[in-house]
T-cell receptor, first 116, second 108 residues
Framework: GAGVSQSPRYKVAKRGQDVALRCDPI?????LFWYQQALGQGPEFLTY????????KSGLPSDRFFAERPEGSVSTLKIQRTQQEDSAVYLC??????????????FGNGTRLTVT | GIQVEQSPPDLILQEGANSTLRCNFS?????LQWFHQNPWGQLINLFY???GTKQNGRLSATTVATERYSLLYISSSQTTDSGVYFC??????????FGTGTRLQVFP
């Protein structure tokens, strides 16, 4: 597609429910990132994939958070047993890999998760 | 880890005014990007600028890597420029670290 697509756009979950957030990166983009953005703050890194390999998951806040990208394209961020502190906007971004170094990051519109 | 500080935290302008936003970072970086987050939450990449100067219409950016800062210039501001501007840096880790942001409001 033309840009990074995320779904759902909004998600309301009751505390304790599991949720799954989807990201469709730009076609051909090798790198995929998940970020979490709390209200009034900058995005914070969660995890990074290069194709299907999860190369960095150091930002995942707990073992309730799990991400996958099994075929190197679409990615899913799953949060188990949601807590109120998980309420935030979850942003997905993708980029190419250039020989000369990093390349610009392109973000989706995000999924706003509210845990009640 | 790298610390990224942006100033000013808030900026209010009248349409047509010029402004300069600053990003300071605490260590050398190999990647620096400026983003604009519009009032609907969409993050748009403005510049990939680890060093040097780039211009795109009314926006330009300069990064002085040796002195660990970057500047974003907005000329002849418009109401559509409103939103939050983020600077983000990376040092050999593949993950961008975002600054605290500058919230810009442009009034007609």
């Amino acid at each position: 597609g033309a840009g990074v697509s995320q779904s759902p756009r909004y998600k309301v979950a009751k505390r304790g429910q599991d949720v799954a957030l989807r990201c469709d990166p730009i076609s051909g983009h090798v790198s995929l990132f998940w970020y979490q953005q709390a209200l009034g703050q900058g995005p914070e890194f969660l995890t990074y994939f290069q194709n299907e390999a999860q190369l960095d998951k150091s930002g995942l806040p707990s073992d309730r958070f799990f991400a996958e990208r099994p075929e190197g394209s679409v990615s899913t961020l799953k949060i188990q047993r949601t807590q109120q502190e998980d309420s935030a906007v979850y942003l997905c971004a993708s980029s190419t890999i250039e020989i000369q170094g990093p390349s610009p990051l392109h973000f989706g519109n995000g999924t706003r998760l509210t845990v009640t | 880890g790298i610390q990224v500080e942006q100033s000013p935290p808030d900026l209010i302008l009248q349409e047509g005014a010029n402004s300069t936003l600053r990003c300071n970072f605490s260590d050398s970086v190999n990647n620096l990007q400026w983003f604009h987050q519009n009032p609907w939450g969409q993050l748009i990449n403005l510049f990939y600028i680890p060093s040097g100067t780039k211009q795109n219409g009314r926006l330009s950016a300069t990064t002085v890597a040796t002195e660990r800062y970057s500047l974003l210039y907005i000329s002849s501001s418009q109401t559509t420029d409103s939103g939050v501007y983020f600077c983000a840096v990376e040092r050999n880790t593949d993950k961008l670290i975002f600054g605290t942001g500058t919230r810009l409001q442009v009034f007609p």
